[in-house]
Antibody
Framework: QLQLQESGPGLVKPSETLSLTCTVS??????????WGWIRQPPGKGLEWIGS???????YYNPSLKSRVTISVDTSKNQFSLKLSSVTAADTAVYYC?????????????????WGQGTLVTVSS | QSVLTQPPSASGTPGQRVTISCSGS????????VNWYQQLPGTAPKLLIY???QRPSGVPDRFSGSKSGTSASLAISGLQSEDEADYYC??????????FGGGTKLTVL
């Protein structure tokens, strides 16, 4: 069964770029059955969808973050990545990667299962 | 302020049935499926209900989902102490945006 694990720096300075990687095990990131997504949760707050990518490279981004977000896939490493530029303290959050099952001819359904354990990223100087 | 509106809190006693609502609009719940997540303290969210009323393997049938128009509901019957958690609804919006509700904290009294 699929397992996901986030990795990356836990501390990022304001105005810099946050970079995280999600390593997929138990299955191929090149599968046509899944979208690969990023979701974040500020401390004590709710969930926010950041974006999703298909193995072919097609992406969907949260419009409120679109100008700062890039999600990409590395099929050789069975990983997908998140880059968020020009970060501020408001980007401090636990960042989760997750798998979303593809429904043919439909956009992401937000059927996220499974999830990684999450990684806390703090934006501070 | 989330586009999908949930009550911030809900409560019930063991054995009771509780429902959590999620209100949206024609561009999200009205035209796409609704999913529900359970988040226990300090853990990643877990998919509880997908496609309005489907339970993933392993989710007890005490949990059920429904949708009508631009609103959806999660019902938990036979409430247990281990059900104390945060619950989130989620739905795709036709503006090409994924939405989560603000979350409901369920307390088992």
């Amino acid at each position: 069964q699929l397992q996901l694990q986030e990795s990356g720096p836990g501390l990022v300075k304001p105005s810099e770029t946050l970079s995280l990687t999600c390593t997929v095990s138990g299955g191929s990131i090149s599968s046509s059955s899944y979208y690969w997504g990023w979701i974040r949760q500020p401390p004590g707050k709710g969930l926010e969808w950041i974006g999703s990518i298909y193995y072919s490279g097609s992406t969907y981004y949260n419009p409120s973050l679109k100008s700062r977000v890039t999600i990409s896939v590395d099929t050789s490493k069975n990983q997908f990545s998140l880059k968020l530029s020009s970060v501020t303290a408001a980007d401090t959050a636990v960042y989760y990667c997750a798998t979303d099952l593809v429904v043919p001819a439909a956009p992401p359904q937000l059927w996220f299962d499974p999830w990684g354990q999450g990684t806390l990223v703090t934006v501070s100087s | 302020q989330s586009v999908l509106t949930q009550p911030p809190s809900a409560s019930g006693t063991p054995g009771q049935r509780v429902t959590i609502s999620c209100s949206g609009s024609s561009s999200n719940i009205g035209s796409n499926t609704v999913n529900w997540y359970q988040q226990l303290p300090g853990t990643a969210p877990k998919l509880l209900i997908y496609s309005n009323n489907q339970r993933p393997s392993g989710v007890p049938d005490r949990f059920s989902g429904s949708k009508s128009g631009t609103s959806a509901s999660l019902a938990i019957s036979g409430l247990q102490s281990e059900d104390e958690a945060d619950y989130y609804c989620a739905a795709w919006d036709d503006s090409l945006n994924g939405l989560f509700g603000g979350g409901t904290k369920l307390t088992v009294l």
